[in-house]
């Protein structure tokens, strides 16, 4: 059964790096028919795609434009996981977190991380 | 970007009662081709993430209890709770998968009446 294991620090301060990583089981983060996404969720935001990588015979990545500037999504096919990065945090980027598969919908998330950016 | 808008905010319905959600997308997210409504329905309860109950508009996900039904084509969607149950209390969401950048409603928050 697939599981998604988040992990990653749950306090940045503005102008640093986020970062976390998704590490799945039950599943191939290589796999030629899933896509792995990250989601974040806010009360300001609600619910927000931020973007996803996937392999189809060379690697994929895509984001949503409101972050497109500071993300990164990266496949580790070594440890079978993937990660996000978002530069230049501010608190605005302050949500909970979550890796999710997507077989056309997400069918499986990560337990969340809760990210708080503050100094 | 497509947008998504649930109605109610939020509901309250007595127990073994229909609860009813709607689900507007601003442009339709039916595949011609495939004749299927990229729309998926989540349930999420606090410190949970979203759990997918419904996909295709109509399908249930395996080990959904069927007293939860979706219907609806192209831009206008329901989600029916045909008869509430004490865990059912949640927040509702649906959400496209028709494209990117996938978007959500602002969800449904359902409560005990």
């Known amino acids: 059964q697939v599981q998604l294991q988040q992990s990653g620090p749950g306090l940045v301060k503005p102008s640093q790096t986020l970062s976390l990583t998704c590490a799945i089981s039950?599943?191939?983060?290589?796999?030629?028919?899933?896509?792995w996404n990250w989601i974040r969720q806010s009360p300001s935001r609600g619910l927000e795609w931020l973007g996803r990588?996937?392999?189809?015979?060379?690697?994929?990545?895509e984001y949503a434009v409101s972050v497109k500037s500071r993300i990164t999504i990266n496949p580790d096919t070594s440890k079978n996981q993937f990660s996000l990065q978002l530069i230049s945090v501010t608190p605005e980027d302050t949500a909970v977190y979550y890796c999710?598969?997507?077989?056309?919908?997400?069918?499986?998330w990560g337990q969340g991380t809760l990210v708080t950016v503050s100094s | 970007d497509i947008v998504m808008t649930q109605s109610p905010d939020s509901l309250a319905v007595s127990l073994g009662e229909r609860a009813t959600i709607n689900c507007k997308s601003s442009?339709?997210?039916?595949?011609?081709?495939?004749?299927?409504?990229?729309l998926a329905w989540y349930q999420q309860k606090p410190g949970q993430p979203p759990k997918v109950l419904i996909y295709?508009?109509?399908t249930r996900e395996s080990g959904v209890p069927d007293r939860f039904s979706g219907s609806g084509s192209g831009t206008d969607f329901t989600l029916t709770i045909s008869s509430l149950q004490a865990e059912d209390v949640a927040v509702y969401y649906c959400?496209?998968?028709?494209?990117?950048?996938?978007?959500f409603g602002q969800g449904t928050k359902l409560e005990i009446k």
């Open positions: 999710a598969r997507e077989i056309y919908y997400f069918d499986h």
């Open positions: 039950g599943d191939s983060v290589s796999s030629n028919s899933d896509t």
């Open positions: 990588t996937y392999y189809r015979s060379k690697w994929y990545n």
């Open positions: 442009q339709s997210v039916l595949d011609s081709s495939s004749n299927k409504n990229f």
């Open positions: 295709w508009a109509s």
């Open positions: 959400q496209q998968y028709y494209s990117t950048p996938y978007t």
